[in-house]
């Protein structure tokens, strides 16, 4: 619960009081970045079942005991296992699965996966950061603080001067009643 702090830290600095409502903001929208990443990986998995599926049911008797692997193209939810897997990084095992059960028709579909996931996974998620940044600039409130810093600056500078004019004409007064009092 020492983590909690840093909300705590937040009310009395402005700045990452700012930028925790940012993440705040960009946790609402992730909703739609996950139902674009879905979608990807639908249409990666619908397409690798319907190219490499067959191949492991008739090259079953290829691999150890004559049983498919835990990571194939069968059916729609290993389909989208595998694709997710991609996603993650771990490709490399499946494709070399594939390979040996089909022909080498795997490495583009391998590759195009990650390439285009990984970049759809990236720009999605930068867009979304940066447009949340870029609503909310940081720098609005010390452009807001310098203009008010500015003001009361000229507003010192104007009293300063009517301070010193005040004094002078005091002075002048001083100095006049003094000769007129040596006078009489």
């Known amino acids: 619960f020492r983590l909690l702090r840093v909300f705590k830290l937040a009310k009395s600095w402005p700045t990452l009081n700012l930028l925790i409502s940012i993440m705040g903001r960009t ?3 992730l909703g739609n970045l996950t139902f674009v990443l879905c979608i990807i990986i639908f249409i990666f998995a619908v397409m690798g079942m319907q190219l490499f599926g067959k191949n492991y049911i008739d090259h079953k008797d290829r691999f150890k005991d004559h049983e498919l692997p835990r990571w194939n ?3 729609f ?7 997710f897997r ?8 499946s494709m070399w699965d594939c ?3 089909g022909d080498v028709s795997c490495i583009p579909f391998f590759l195009a996966t990650v390439v285009i996931g990984n970049f759809v996974v990236l720009n999605l998620f930068l867009a979304l950061l940066l447009s949340n940044f870029g609503s909310s600039s940081l720098s609005a409130p010390t452009a807001d603080n310098d203009t008010n810093k500015i003001a009361e600056a000229f507003n010192r500078i104007a009293r300063f001067k009517n301070w010193v004019k005040r004094n002078i004409a005091d002075c002048f007064k001083l100095i006049r009643n003094k000769l007129t009092n040596q006078i009489s």
């Open 27 to 29: 946790m609402g929208a």
């Open 77 to 83: 939810m290993h389909s989208f296992m595998i694709v």
């Open 99 to 101: 390979m040996y059960v």
């Open 86 to 93: 991609v996603l993650c990084g771990e490709w490399i095992e």
């Open 73 to 75: 193209f069968t059916d």
